[in-house]
């Protein structure tokens, strides 16, 4: 997957298109990460115990990540993500400013 835990992604379909996160979470083998502030769900939970009273709850699930663009920390624009060769090691590369993201 081209999008890291920690890169800052812009959401370009679906319900909540426009809006823009930190990863906080990649699972590669589904092909989805978890964004910040974006795909808020309410879950209902149970009374656990005696006391304890059942809650409605808000949180974050994965979106697939061919909905979200890498926002560049360069040029600060949304864009692809390319490789290079630097030695012996693979790094990412903004397709719009060839700038290198870490």
Known sequence: ???K???TVLVVSGKWKGKTGKVLRAFP???KI???GVNIVKKH???GGKREK???VEIEKPIHVSKVKLICPE???STRVGYEKVGDEKMRV???CKAKIP
């Open 75 to 77: 040029c600060k624009r």
């Open 45 to 47: 939970l149970k009374p």
């Open 34 to 36: 978890l964004v910040e």
């Open 1 to 3: 997957m081209k999008i």
């Open 29 to 31: 083998k589904e092909q």
């Open 5 to 7: 835990k920690g890169d």
């Open 54 to 56: 059942g809650q409605i």
């Open 94 to 96: 903004c397709k719009k």
